[in-house]
Nanobody, 124 residues
Framework: QVQLVESGGGLVQAGGSLRLACAAS????????MGWFRQSPGKEREFVAA????????YYADSVKGRFTISRDSAKNTMYLQMNGLKPEDMAVYYC?????????????????WGQGTQVTVSS
């Protein structure tokens, strides 16, 4: 099972940008679709974005479409989430996870190898 470590979170003003990274180890990176989820206090963990195992197709939640960009670098076994135009409602702990090919990229239970999360704080 792949192990994942997120980084890049922090404090940013509304309208600002952050780039999250998710480093993978212990598995074959190209075997997995990769996804970002987020969770705010008192709320369910929700889908943010995903990228197919080969990087050719990306998926976004409506709430982030046009502002966030997901990408992956197979040479570095790393996935990224470029977040622009951040809003206070984007504030959450962001998690990355890996899904085996064949599973739904939108479904939480398709994923495993969850990282520890990285906090994104957006001040208004």
């Amino acid at each position: 099972q792949v192990q994942l470590v997120e980084s890049g979170g922090g404090l940013v003003q509304a309208g600002g940008s952050l780039r999250l990274a998710c480093a993978a180890s212990g598995g074959t990176f190209s075997n997995y679709h990769m996804g970002w989820f987020r969770q705010s206090p008192g709320k369910e963990r929700e889908f943010v974005a995903a990228i197919r195992w080969d990087g050719d197709i990306t998926y976004y939640a409506d709430s982030v479409k046009g502002r966030f960009t997901i990408s992956r670098d197979s040479a570095k076994n790393t996935m990224y989430l470029q977040m622009n135009g951040l809003k206070p409602e984007d504030m959450a702990v962001y998690y990355c996870a890996a899904a085996r090919r064949g599973g739904s990229v939108y479904a939480l239970n398709s994923y495993g190898g969850w990282g520890q999360g990285t906090q994104v704080t957006v001040s208004s």
